[in-house]
């Protein structure tokens, strides 16, 4: 419990603005949902990976700095009057060739890896936000199918104690038969709608045991109303969105990516130099030759076929500008995304202040039709009447509550660095 409240203050703190606030009797409150997916989810871990290995290119990027080294032997078998090879039949070499000046290509080789480094992270984060949003679906659909069950269930039961006292209230002559019939039909209704709470939960119970990659028992999801409370307004949690965005940055990523390809491009059109340090045991043209020592300047120029090489730098400016509407386009989503759902937010809270009123009396209401029945002041529809309206008023309520957990907690999701919860 300690540890669950410190997390939930971590995130607030966070935030700056943004206070989680749970009620939790159960092992899995939605944060920690979220964490074990994230946590256990294949797709997770295929990133990861993929980051290892961008993190194996920068250090395969360093190395072009140094000198390689290169040692080669080569065997002859030649004819007596072959004037080529009239020396040694083998020779042997090594050799180590430092790079002096490239262009700036290798900078930009370092450059790429690195932000291909950045792009893998940001994939990364991509994926673990829409692993939380899959959770939170999930989870606010199994809440609102829990409460909509119990709902059910409680006018169920409601209309079985009802039948029973009916029955006798038509052998002492004081009700009709169609009254019994209105009950039935009543409690078929409440049942139908059970069933198909049923089938809801354990969908919304699979779809939260795949993310997890567990078996999940409903009694230890918790059973108390979550939300996400905000201390800010809508254009503060749009800025922060964002900063923290990890599609905006996976964008940002891939165009530094490109940037370092134009470089690279770039380079392309200027030579190699480089110095190159190489000793020679043997001589094809020489018998019993001396080792010899040799000190080289290369310059080495590689155009490409024609002008391809311009041609690539104008391909890759056009991928460049294409990202950076990308990235414009991306960022219009997450505030608009934030528009609507703080949108949402507000109007789903006064809604359910609304039906939470209308509930507490219509169950007057009911309690109070019963009562007149008895004293035949009211009819049986009356008070059958009151007991659904009762029934179709908290399953509105459980509608209300899934939705507000899914329009806060998505908010929250968009905000906040969804890594920090492992």
């Known amino acids: 419990m300690i540890k669950r409240t410190m997390v939930l203050l971590f995130f607030g703190f966070l935030l700056g603005g943004v206070s989680v606030q749970e009620q939790s009797k159960g092992e899995f409150n939605l944060s920690n949902l979220i964490s074990k997916a994230i946590a256990y989810h294949p797709s997770i871990k295929s990133n990861i990976f993929l980051e290892d290995s961008a993190k194996n290119e920068i250090t395969s990027a360093k190395w072009q ?68 949003l899959r959770v939170i679906n999930a989870y606010s659909k199994w809440y609102d199918s829990y409460l909509k069950k119990k709902s059910y269930s409680k006018s169920q039961k409601e209309y079985s104690m009802l039948r029973t006292r009916l029955r006798r ?65 809508q254009t503060k949690l749009s800025r922060k969105a964002l900063l923290t965005s990890p599609r905006v940055k996976q964008i940002k990523a891939e165009s530094l990516v490109i ?15 480089n110095l190159k340090l190489e000793r020679q045991w043997g001589s ?18 590689s155009f490409g076929a024609g002008l391809s090489n311009f041609s690539q730098t104008r391909q890759i400016k056009s991928r460049y500008q294409s990202l950076q509407a990308k990235i414009k386009d991306e960022e219009n989503k997450v505030a608009q995304q934030i528009k609507l759902d703080w949108m949402s937010s507000v109007s789903l809270k006064k809604q359910k202040i609304l039906l939470e009123l209308s ?64």
């Open 284 to 301: 094809f043209t020489t018998k019993d030759a001396k080792t010899e020592n040799r000190i080289f300047i290369e310059f080495n120029s």
């Open 359 to 422: 509930l507490a009396n219509i169950e007057k209401v009911r309690k109070s039709y019963y009562r007149q029945f008895l004293a035949g002041r009211k009819t049986w529809q009356d008070v059958m009447n009151s007991i659904r309206e009762v029934s179709q008023l908290e399953s509105q309520l459980a509608s209300v509550y899934g939705e507000i957990i899914l329009a806060n907690w998505r908010i929250f999701v968009y905000v906040e660095d969804i890594g920090a919860l492992l």
């Open 65 to 132: 700095y140094f000198p390689i080294p290169k040692f080669s032997v080569s065997q002859v078998d030649s004819s007596n009057t072959d004037r080529n090879y009239n020396g040694d039949s083998r020779v042997s070499t090594i050799s180590l060739t430092q790079p002096l000046w490239a262009g700036g290509s290798i900078d930009a080789g370092l450059a790429k890896s690195r932000a291909k480094l950045l792009l893998a992270q940001a994939s990364t984060k991509v994926v673990q936000q829409d692993l939380a």
């Open 259 to 273: 940037e370092a390809e134009l470089d690279q491009s770039h380079a392309k059109l200027y030579p190699d130099i």
């Open 169 to 233: 209230r038509i052998k002492q002559g004081l009700s009709s038969s169609s009254d019994l019939n209105l009950v039935n039909s009543r409690s078929t209704q409440a049942e139908a709608s059970f069933n198909s709470a049923i089938i809801q939960h354990k969908n919304s119970l699979l779809n939260l045991e795949g993310l997890l990659g567990t078996s999940i028992d409903s009694k230890d999801l918790i059973r108390d109303f979550s939300i996400v409370k905000f201390e800010t307004n």
